[in-house]
């Protein structure tokens, strides 16, 4: 198969031939039609992530496709089934997964992370009965391809993690895909959203997506400017993940407020105001995913038009395009979400 590896950490990634993953007897294989480019493949290949340990490596988490083969224990699936699958894949054994939350599986592994990903015609899931989502017919392959990550993980952070309810006032900072996609949602269940970014043409794209507000980070104080616009936010989601960030959004709630950090803080933990934490009894909660059992609310909300994940799609490319691409995220990340159909220059 045509897959985008590399091998090792920062080196340059190329479009190479490699061997068709096989699925084990729990498993499946899944052929891709079309995945997502995310800032955590870049994580990923700088070297941020520990689960990648053996090159060559390809990186890609976030795919829709069909079921090409199935393991022989596998019994809800089937081939040519449409298949989506959260970038947290887990065991279905372990304490987490019997309450439901496999999301934070002991044990989970990750396509693109723990093993070769979907930057590629064809990649192996783990645990299908457990992992592998139905996709409704009305629903594309390239919308799909963002559920897996990116608006998957803002939809728990806004409506599990956060309990966003109509008339909140919730601030978003960072308005890159995951971010793009908690404004969306918010603004989707009533609350009044603040996008906050350094980009004037994300934040552009946040309020076409629902933000009664926007502030350019760069150009003034968001701690401020936040609590001037809603006398503080009930909820804050940190969809970037900086020290500046996290803390900028915790210091941005009004009391008994809840803050979900989203963004991952490779670069070392930030020093938290816990002293404002304490007194004014606010919530720190983490957000990781979502279970593949839990995608049917949000699915019916993207089927029913009220979410349009598809709107957030600013860009599609090939394989060959995939390199120059995810080398350049470190420096200029793209605005929108950018899917890879690895079929289109094959």
């Known amino acids: 198969m045509r897959a985008v590896a590399y091998d090792g950490f920062g080196q340059q990634p190329d479009v190479r031939e490699l061997p068709e ?5 729990h498993g499946c294989v899944i052929k891709v039609e079309a995945t997502g480019l995310c800032r955590s493949d870049w994580h990923g290949w700088m ?13 890609g988490h976030e795919l829709a496709g069909t079921v090409h083969a199935v393991g022989a224990d596998v019994t809800g699936w089937r081939v040519g089934d449409r298949v989506t699958v959260p970038f947290v894949c887990g065991c279905g054994g372990c304490e987490p997964c019997r309450r439901g939350a496999p999301q ?27 992992n592998l989502v139905g996709l409704p017919e009305q629903l594309s392959y390239a919308a799909a391809a963002a559920l897996g990550c990116r608006f998957a993980t803002a939809y728990r952070a806004v409506v599990a993690q956060g309990r966003v309810a109509a008339g909140q006032w919730v601030a978003v900072y960072g308005c890159g895909g995951v971010g793009l996609s908690a404004v969306m949602i918010a603004a989707a269940y009533g609350a009044r959203v603040v996008a906050v970014d350094v980009s004037p043409g994300a934040l552009d794209l946040a309020r076409q997506h629902g ?9 003034t104080d968001p701690v401020a400017a936040v609590r001037e616009l809603t006398g503080g936010a009930h909820l804050t989601v940190d969809a970037l993940g900086s020290p500046a960030t996290c803390a900028a959004a915790i210091l941005s709630l009004r009391r008994s407020g809840r803050h979900v950090q989203v963004g991952l803080l490779p670069h070392g933990a930030p020093e938290l105001p816990m002293g404002r934490v304490i007194g004014w009894e606010l919530e720190i909660l983490g957000s990781h995913g979502m279970a593949a059992a839990d995608y049917g609310p949000m699915l019916d909300l993207v089927v029913s038009g009220r979410l349009r994940p598809d709107a957030l799609v600013t860009r599609t490319i090939g394989l ?27």
Do not use: K, W
């Open 21 to 25: 993953p096989t699925a084990l007897p």
């Open 104 to 130: 934070v599986c002991e044990h989970q592994t990750q396509p693109g992370f723990t093993h070769r990903g979907s930057f590629a015609e064809y990649v192996a899931i783990d645990h299908a009965d457990l």
């Open 47 to 59: 070297g941020h992530d520990p689960d990648i340990a053996t090159f060559p490596h390809v990186p």
């Open 211 to 219: 933000a009664e507000a926007c502030v350019n980070s760069r150009e």
């Open 320 to 346: 060959d395009e995939v390199p120059a691409a995810l080398t350049a995220m470190g420096e200029a990340p793209p605005t929108g979400i950018t899917v890879i159909t690895p079929r289109a220059l094959a």
